[in-house]
């Protein structure tokens, strides 16, 4: 499995980013994808998550109304659109692939797979 991620940046408060995972080496069903996103001396923590069964969604408290995440069956690619961005959502932001059993409730540690990170600054 290979995710390859882009479109990070810095970007000014209110902003908007869209962020892309490229998937590849999987046709799984089932499992899911995430996103989640890790600042300097923080925990990673999940931002966004969709399942492959039927392409539910779930976004943490945190960024919900604000990110969206979706996909690209075409073009085997997980989109994570940010809008209305803050300070706080300054971190690396990486994509995972969790296989079945797991799903959207798993935790990063259980992730499969991950991408190497893009990183997104929202200046101030």
């Known amino acids: 499995v290979q995710l390859v991620e882009s479109g990070g940046g810095l970007v000014q408060v209110g902003g908007s980013l869209r962020l892309s995972c490229e998937v590849s080496?999987?046709?799984?069903?089932?499992?899911?994808i995430g996103w989640f996103r890790q600042a300097p001396g923080k925990e990673r923590e999940g931002v966004a998550c969709?399942?492959?069964?039927?392409?539910?969604?779930k976004h943490s408290d945190s960024v919900k109304g604000r990110f969206t995440i979706s996909k690209d069956n075409a073009k085997n690619t997980v989109y994570l659109q940010m809008t209305n961005l803050k300070p706080e959502d300054t971190a690396v932001y990486y994509c995972?692939?969790?296989?079945?059993?797991?799903?959207?409730?798993?935790?990063?540690?259980?992730?499969?797979?991950w991408g190497q990170g893009t990183q997104v600054t929202v200046s101030s």
């Open positions: 080496g999987i046709s799984a069903k089932d499992g899911a």
């Open positions: 969709r399942w492959n069964s039927d392409g539910s969604t």
């Open positions: 995972g692939v969790v296989e079945w059993p797991g799903g959207c409730g798993s935790s990063w540690r259980n992730y499969d797979s």
